[in-house]
């Protein structure tokens, strides 16, 4: 990620440290479905996460959540329901895992 494009995005592992490469979420219904943790990082103050379960990693996909941190507590995912700042989410993640000029 080039620092000139986002200087005030900063790499961070909350759910790394906590749970390790993936991590476990339920549904409306209850059901479990494993996500990888593709990338982690705080813009501002304010962690993101972007999260792929194998269906959406068939569909090229993948879902953003904010991430609500608090010491010695389990980290909650929110999802990001403003679209302009899920937009600039979407946008850091491409740039993390999609470089310029790779």
Excluded: C
Excluded at 44 to 72: C, I, M, N
Excluded at 77 to 101: C, N, R
């Amino acid at each position: 990620m080039a620092a000139g494009v986002w200087p005030n995005v900063k790499e961070v592992r909350v759910l790394r440290e906590q749970y390790g490469a993936e991590i476990v979420l339920f549904d409306e219904q209850g059901e479990s479905e494993v996500h990888r943790i593709l990338a982690e990082f705080s813009l501002d103050s304010q962690l993101y996460a972007a999260l792929q379960s194998p269906t959406l990693r068939k569909e090229h996909e993948f879902a953003l959540f904010r991430v609500q941190a608090t010491p010695g507590e389990e980290p909650q995912l929110e999802t990001i329901e403003d679209d302009d700042e899920w937009e600039i989410v979407s946008e850091i993640v491409d740039d993390m895992m999609y470089p310029a000029g790779e």
